[in-house]
Nanobody, 115 residues
Framework: QVQLVESGGGLVQPGGSLRLSCVAS????????MGWYRQTPGKQRELVAT???????TYADSVKGRFTISRDNAKNTVYLRMNSLKPEDTAVYYC?????????WGQGTLVTVSS
C-alpha cells in the first residue's frame, strides 16, 4: 500500500523560505511523476510544481523563479524548496504520486506566510 507523508510546513514571515518534503513508502518511487499542489479554504486544489521520472520539471506561473521541485530516488523523497514566500502562498500543500484515477495523495502540510 502506497503512502505519502509530507512535512516541513509551518509559519514563516514574508520573504522567508521553507523546504517541504514528501516521503513515499510502497511501490517503486523512481518510475512515477511526482507533484506538489496547494489548496486554500473555498478554492480548488491547484498545481504548484511537478517533476517527472526523468526529472523534467514544470511550475505554476505564480511560483516560477521562487520555488524549486526536486527528487531523491534513493530516499523515495520529493522536495519543494520555497523562497521569497508571499502571504498568498499560504495554503495546505499536498504531495501527489502519479496522476488520473491512480493518483495517490498525501495528507498535506500547512504553510502560513504572515508577519
Amino acid at each position: 500500500q502506497v503512502q505519502l507523508v509530507e512535512s516541513g510546513g509551518g509559519l514563516v514571515q514574508p520573504g522567508g523560505s521553507l523546504r517541504l518534503s514528501c516521503v513515499a513508502s510502497g511501490g517503486i518511487f523512481s518510475i512515477y511523476s511526482m507533484g506538489w499542489y496547494r489548496q486554500t479554504p473555498g478554492k480548488q486544489r491547484e498545481l504548484v510544481a511537478t517533476i517527472t521520472s526523468s526529472s523534467t520539471t514544470t511550475y505554476a506561473d505564480s511560483v516560477k523563479g521562487r520555488f524549486t521541485i526536486s527528487r531523491d530516488n534513493a530516499k523515495n523523497t520529493v522536495y519543494l524548496r520555497m523562497n521569497s514566500l508571499k502571504p498568498e502562498d499560504t495554503a495546505v500543500y499536498y504531495c501527489r504520486r502519479g496522476g488520473g484515477s491512480l493518483a495517490v495523495w498525501g495528507q498535506g502540510t500547512l504553510v502560513t506566510v504572515s508577519s
